[in-house]
């Protein structure tokens, strides 16, 4: 369904019912890449699939976009869906999206799932490599950026037609979208003050073979966070839920249903 929101449509997803469960997508794909949880949680819970601003069916306005704009996005999509307060998974930029949703709207969030992600901003070398990737993007299009990203999305040992599933959903993606949240995840600020505050529960998931955010950063992630957990996903890299979605789904299912 599409709902108008903050001056933009915004393209959703909805599956299942009982305890609201958000799923924020990764750059630079869309809601798509959450199908294995769909099909193993939504009998369960009612799952809400957003494709962010500038991704998948959404409307791709101008960029930048910042994460709090995106964050303020998902707080006026639960608005329209009558949603007080959710369960938020989000993996990667997804990750960075739920931290600006929870510094703004700390009491709409009822538990925390961070995967393959980190609270800390770019440094200067990663924000002039992501000017570089959005200039990529606007001259060569979103396939450039597939052929670019892929290597480090996924482990070396990823199955080809996961690779060319993930390609796709890439490729659907427009140039000016991407650019956008390039530019605005360039000018994410430092959530790390965050954490030590947090008591809700919270989960961490991380792919054994992530290069992007390494098991050894989401383990710092873990002890800066009191009470969370993380759960290392085997043969899977940085975008672990559909690269092991077994393991992943197993430890997102136990966690959601230890807080249910
Ligand atoms: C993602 O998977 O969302 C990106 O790797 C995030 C980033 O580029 O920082």
């Avoid at 949603?83 to 009491?107: C, E, F, K, N």
């Avoid at 998931?205 to 290069?211: E, T």
């Amino acid at each position: 369904m599409d709902v108008h929101i903050n001056g933009i449509r915004l393209h959703t997803r909805e599956y299942g019912q009982g305890a609201a469960v958000l799923l924020i997508h990764a750059f630079p794909l869309s809601g798509a890449m959450w199908q294995p949880q769909v099909e193993a949680l939504a009998d369960d819970y009612r799952l809400i699939v957003p494709d962010l601003r500038g991704f998948g069916n959404s409307e791709v306005p101008p960029g930048p976009y910042a994460m709090e704009t995106l964050a303020e996005d998902l707080a006026a999509l639960l608005d329209v869906l009558g949603v007080p307060q959710v369960g938020i998974v989000g993996l990667s930029m997804g990750g960075y999206v739920a931290l600006a949703l929870l510094r703004r709207y700390p009491q709409r969030v009822r538990a925390l799932v961070l995967c393959d992600t980190r609270a800390t901003p770019d440094t200067d070398e990663a924000r002039a490599g992501r000017e570089l990737n959005a200039q990529l993007a606007e001259t060569q299009g979103a396939s450039a950026i597939a052929e670019k990203m892929l290597p480090n999305l996924l482990a070396p040992g990823a199955a080809p037609e996961l690779r060319a599933h993930l390609r796709q959903i890439i490729e659907r993606n427009q140039p000016q979208g991407i650019a956008g949240a390039l530019r605005g995840m360039a000018m994410r600020p430092d959530s790390a003050e965050l954490l030590p505050h947090l008591s809700i529960p919270v989960l961490l998931l991380v792919g054994a073979q992530d290069s992007l955010s390494p098991p050894a950063e989401m383990r710092t992630l873990q002890q800066a966070i009191p009470g969370s957990q993380l759960v290392e996903i085997p043969g899977a890299g940085h975008l672990a839920n559909v690269e092991n979605p077994a393991a992943f789904n197993a430890a997102l299912g136990a966690f959601l249903g230890s807080i249910a």
